[in-house]
RNA sequence: AGAGGGUUAGUGUAGCGGUAUCACGACGGGUUCUGGUCCCGUUAACAAAGGUUCGAAUCCUUUACCCUCUGCCA
């Protein structure tokens, strides 16, 4: 992990002997949604740093409001950090374990007049608030006897009152220019039945009481969370010292914001509900199990957490350094194969009709130890039907009427026919192949300006490729009131009647290889059967002709 | 003067009083049976103004701009 802040204040707390030298963290997600590449930044963060302190990473569940989280969310979070590849071995918790311990707190809070139960209604205590410049007022049963607030709170507990009846709260300073110190709540009722402890409570901790006391109990050294907790460190540290126990240090950093995306849970649930993705793991989701479907692996992605760093500014991180991240991976891990999206059939008329041959294809150019396979070759081909063009610009190097050009691993094709259909379409093209350049090497030592990709036509596996682009048109969705407005209306292409090299026919779900001179694909883990092949795209290749299209383009 | 944070190339990030780091991107070139990879090069930044100092991105002051906070969410 390269230098930044928080490992700077750790290096300091190690020599000063602040925590003994003990270094715990914890990445304490909310079971209320799926997990997204902002958290796979704290996962890195939190566990990579206790990796490399030699200390520990709890996982603990923040389930203090049941309304909103369920199982399949826990055992969701489960899964994604374990496929990010840390292990949080016999430290995993809830925030409901520590349900018992939390309210002793509370009447302890309460015992040494810290707390007080409020009966105003929710409404009354946010006009009592007071606004950003305005002091908030006191609330009429904020003097109320010791004894008079530990039997309201014990019926609280007890369920004898409707939810909203009351609350319990700190009692600190309504004129606080802090508005998180003027008197925040503690517990409320809540009368809904949690994933964990069912029917067992019907009050329930706020976040701010429940977080800072579970990082205290579980003797946490560095808390780490994001900005917008930095007003709530105050009271974190108020309540720490008014129970008298264990203080962990809190320290926020930036999130992760990341372009052409969204990474809000409420924005990603409202995707999700609203039908605008598939499910969480839709490939064009931002979400860990969506990368996974997509392709991306365990590696590429804590590569980019290192490399966005950790900081304190707030930043919009480019997608194409993500981009980046999977393709170095990919490149040197993925097989090579031979896959056509859009097929242009090819007929080499000088090759025997019913004649076919084995070709040998390097399976991975940066790794020769991943060997070499055979690919059928015949009198019939496919090519993309890019790569073909009749009357070719300046600097296209592909195929064209009279042009030749080499097919990969196999032989120099020329081009001697074109054949369109009534509407003028190019159907197909007719080609010669010099037998002498077998393999791909023309022994007189002529080149050709171009290498393409291909499949036998009887050979071919079927296949559906979906294209994916970005889920959002524009760089900053989440600045937009409306964000959904600004959703990408193309961010996937599917395409129905793809060509692979026949090795693909059992390839397994989740593998992802290169589709040379197009990009990465990976089988597709849901939908994708034996005889019914479905890839995702990943990723495509860097693109040269690509960016030379466009720049003629413009001019 | 409500409080708390922040501001270094297009983007992200390092720097802790002594030549402004690295990565991505963009641009140009070389190698190449992938217009991929790899290699080489170019580009481009300390928010502003004062002060302290032999010397300031770094310390001090002022200003500007950005973010967070008025849930019985987290």
Redesign the pocket.
Known sequence: M????IR?IIEDDMQTGKYDGRVVTRFPP?PNGYLHIGHAKSICLNFGLSIEYNGSCYLRF?D??PG?ENIEFVNSIKEDVRWMGFNWDEHLYFTSDYFERLYAYAVELIERGNAYVDT???EE??QN?G???APGTDSPYRNRAKEENLELFQKMKDGEFE??A??LRAKIDMGS????MRD??LY??RKHRHHRTNDQWCI?P???FAHCLSDSIEGITHSLCT??????RELYDWILDALDVYHPQQIEF?RLNLSYTVLSKRKLIELVEGDAVSGWDDPRMPTISGLRRRGYTPESIRNFCE????????????F??LE?CI??DL?KKAH?VMGVLNPLRVVIENYPEDQSEEMDAINN??DKAMGTRKVPFSKVLYIEQDDFMEDPPK????LGPGREV?L??AYFVTCTNVIKDETGKVIELRCTYDPATR???APDGRKVK??LHWVSAQHAVNAEVRLYDNLFAVEKPAADDDFKATLNENSVQILKDCKVEPGLGKAEPGLAC?F??LGYFCVDSRDSAPDNLVFNRIVT?????A??KKQQKFK
């Not at 390269?2 to 802040?5: A, E, G, K, M």
């Not at 490399?307 to 480019?318: F, H, M, P």
């Open positions: 390269p230098p930044n802040f700077h909310e923040d203090t409001n909103k105003q209604s929710a205590i946010r608030r606004s950003l410049k939810e909203g009351c609350v220019p802090n508005i998180i925040p709540a409320r009722i329930y706020m976040y701010d900005l917008e907790f930095e007003n709530n930036a490399r966005i760093g950790v900081a304190k500014r707030d930043s919009l991180v480019d194409a350094l980046h393709r170095e490149n090579r150019p940066e600097k296209f190097f592909r080499r990969r691993y393999g791909g090497d171009s290498t290169q040379e001179r290749l860097r693109d040269m002709w960016k030379i």
